[in-house]
């Protein structure tokens, strides 16, 4: 067989597996894996470093297809190539309950999937945290043990969405020259020509923001090779826009939008097959080609016995280090640097902002954790992310531990998301919690890969006074806890902050967003306490010694508004106590047993936040009293906007004995 005839038939063996399998599910998308057939192929038969027998070995190459729809690509490849667990049944149950072969690739389901991709533009700016985190991890390490590359194959609608904006400026201008970027230029939307709605010279574009960019056939191997030779040694990222027929091979649909989202049916893959001289039955690959791809899946096997020999060969100091930040897990100091925070902070007693709380708690942090990869999207004097030995990342120091990422939300949050999966680092950043909506599908996207990203978000209320409704959140404590498996805390003072910071970076399978205050404000903890109180969720932070007649619940500066109100109350006569609730969701991983002790069953119950009340109602039950907001703020210093909104002591003390002699009567 020719070189030629070798390629093709190992190509048709993804086209043909592609159009089988979204046939026998009755639904998926074939155009894309038959139309990118060809540049897969010789990517993963030529290029890219990879053992299927070890797939985490941490310096593979990565690939992100990043047009997560067209899924059977990624799923043949890994069949073919013999990934464990990836076998033909698991192709044949494609999208079905169960299956590893989810409708969409699907992080932690199958060896081989590096991230969760389906919402165009993801992959690609994830794939740019991908390459900041190796060429950090280079400058920690080495070449001999840090040296790969990230291809990303991207579709039109990768491009399109804005987030691919943010994360292309922002990979060229940091010259991630080990991120290769595959354009499957065919043209075609599922609303059809792509001349539809679009008319950019991506060519152009990528060169703008300090990209290589050429342009290829994508059908023909030697110059998909040749691409990627050249991408390989270039001093910038490079982006390969490979022309491509979509759902090439079919007879009447390649080429139009009908091949890109829809079974082809059993007519128009039978004139596949015989346009692509493929007689083997649905799922069945003939031996030779199967041989081929298995042999291009033991490629890497050696290349990665020698990285062993050089990891082996590094002192046992540094192996151990590299190890455990490829694991994941924290360094013995860190346990004990928080607690020498919480020792520090009960004696001083400070009265102050938590983002700046954050900060103190981030210098003892960063200085045992090695491996935080801090940032903020231009709002660091604001956010307190970055502490003092921090130097900027950027492509002359890859050692910096600080990104500025720009005004990029988006891309940032995808970007962690991308370094959180690469391994080595934590990521932690920040921006205004108003601004979380920007980076919302990306949170998502952390939560439903359970990846250790964390969020720093700071002005997180009303508190931030004259900026304004534009820049006052007031839906997204409720929008943020509404999204599975995301820890959502927010820290009533110094101490408190302190255990927020230590939970979420022990939490190794779930991302944390910690929303802190721009105004001051005071101790809430006075005394030292061993115990990470925050651990629970929420707690008594200030009780009563008689039985209570009021609970108030309440979270970071509103804490200090309830327990104002709660001496007040107190004095009239109204025991009352204190829960403060740094967060929901580790709140309702308690016992049964300690949820009910904690919400106790005073006759009144009270939630402050000056937010919406959307999901007070675990609390204070649907008859309970919210002091909090039911409209956007407003511009004015904070404390009249408190006034003004009825966030205050008095007024929690007044529906409290309103309540309690309408009670009576
Ligand atoms: C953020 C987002 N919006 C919309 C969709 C739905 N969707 C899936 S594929 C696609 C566009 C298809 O065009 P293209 O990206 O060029 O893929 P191709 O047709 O080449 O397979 C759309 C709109 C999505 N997956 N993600």
């Known amino acids: 067989m020719t070189d030629q005839a070798k390629h093709a038939s190992m190509a048709n063996a993804i086209r043909a597996l592609a159009m089988d399998a979204v046939q026998a599910a009755k639904s998926g998308h074939p155009g894309l894996p038959m139309g990118a057939a060809d540049i897969a192929t010789v ?16 310096d593979r190459d990565r690939f992100v297809l990043s047009a997560g729809h067209g899924s059977m690509l990624l799923y043949s490849l890994l069949y073919l190539l013999g990934y464990d667990g990836m076998t033909i049944d698991q192709i044949r149950n494609f999208r079905q309950l169960g299956s590893i072969t989810a409708g969409h690739p699907e992080y932690g389901h199958a060896a081989g999937i590096e991230t969760t991709t389906g919402p165009l533009g993801q992959g690609i700016a994830t794939a740019v945290g991908m390459a900041m985190a190796e060429r950090g991890l280079n400058a920690g390490f080495g070449d001999d043990v840090v040296d790969h590359f990230t291809y990303v194959l991207a579709s039109d609608g990768d491009l399109m969405e804005g987030i691919s904006q943010e994360a292309i400026a922002l990979a060229g201008h940091l010259k991630l020259n080990r991120l290769i970027v595959l354009f499957d230029d065919n043209q075609i939307t599922i609303d059809g020509d792509i001349s539809l709605s679009d008319s950019t010279d991506q060519v152009a574009r990528f060169a703008a923001s300090g990209w290589r960019a050429v ?48 079974p082809l049916g059993d007519e128009e893959i039978a004139g596949a097959r015989k346009a692509l001289d493929w007689d083997s039955e649905p799922f069945e690959i003939p031996s030779d080609i199967l041989d081929s791809w298995r042999m291009a899946g033991l490629r890497g096997r050696q290349l990665r016995k020698e990285w062993q020999e050089r ?7 540094q192996r151990g280090e590299f190890e455990r930040r490829i694991a994941g897990d924290l360094p013995s100091g860190f346990a004990g640097a928080i607690d020498a925070l919480k020792k520090q902070l009960a004696e001083e007693q400070p009265t102050m902002a938590t983002r700046k709380s954050s900060e103190l708690a981030l210098e003892h942090v960063n200085a045992a954790v090695p491996e935080t990869l801090a940032g903020s999207a231009d709002l660091t004097g604001s956010n307190n992310t970055r502490t003092k030995e921090m130097e900027p990342y950027g492509a002359e120091n890859y050692s910096g531990r600080f990104i500025h990422y720009g005004i990029r939300e988006h891309g940032m949050a995808a970007a962690m998301n991308g370094i959180a999966l690469h391994g080595g680092f934590i990521p932690y950043s920040g921006t205004f919690l108003v601004f979380a909506d920007y980076c919302r599908p990306a949170i998502r996207l952390s939560a439903l890969m359970g ?5 720093v978000m700071t002005h997180d209320s009303i508190g931030l006074g004259e900026d304004g409704p534009t820049h006052q959140p007031v839906e997204h404590l409720a929008a943020l806890r509404a999204i599975p498996g995301l820890n959502v805390f927010r820290p009533a003072d110094a101490t408190e902050a302190a255990e927020c910071w230590q939970l979420a970076l022990e939490d190794k399978e779930r991302p944390s967003l910690i929303a802190l205050t721009r105004q001051n404000l005071a101790p809430m903890r006075t005394d030292y306490e061993e115990s990470n109180l925050c651990a629970r969720g929420a707690y008594v932070i200030a009780d009563c010694t008689d039985e209570a007649s009021v609970s108030i619940f309440a979270t970071g500066s509103e804490v200090e508004i309830a327990v104002a109100a709660k001496q007040a109350l107190d004095e009239a006569g109204h025991p009352c106590r204190v829960v403060s609730v740094p967060s929901f969701e580790l709140f309702h991983r308690q016992s049964p047993a300690y949820q009910q002790d904690v919400i106790g069953d005073a006759p009144v119950k009270v939630a402050v936040e000056a937010a919406v009340r959307q999901g007070w109602e675990a609390f204070i039950g649907c008859n309970g009293i919210f002091v909090g907001m039911g409209s956007f703020g407003a511009s004015a210093p904070y404390q009249e906007l408190y006034e003004h909104f009825g966030i205050t002591a008095e007024n929690i003390v007044e529906q409290v004995v309103e309540r309690l002699e309408a009670d009576q009567e």
């Open 43 to 58: 990517l993963f038969t030529n290029h890219m470093r990879f053992d299927p027998t070890d797939p985490n070995w941490p």
């Open 215 to 262: 342009r290829i056939d994508g059908h023909d191997p030697a110059q998909i090779d040749a691409a990627l030779n050249d991408a390989r040694n270039s001093d910038r990222p490079t982006l390969i826009a490979a022309r491509t027929v979509i759902g090439f091979g079919a007879p009447t649909k390649a080429g139009k939008s009908s091949s890109h989202g829809a």
């Open 311 to 317: 990891l082996d060969g590094l002192d046992a100091e």
């Open 451 to 455: 990846q250790r990203v964390i969020y």
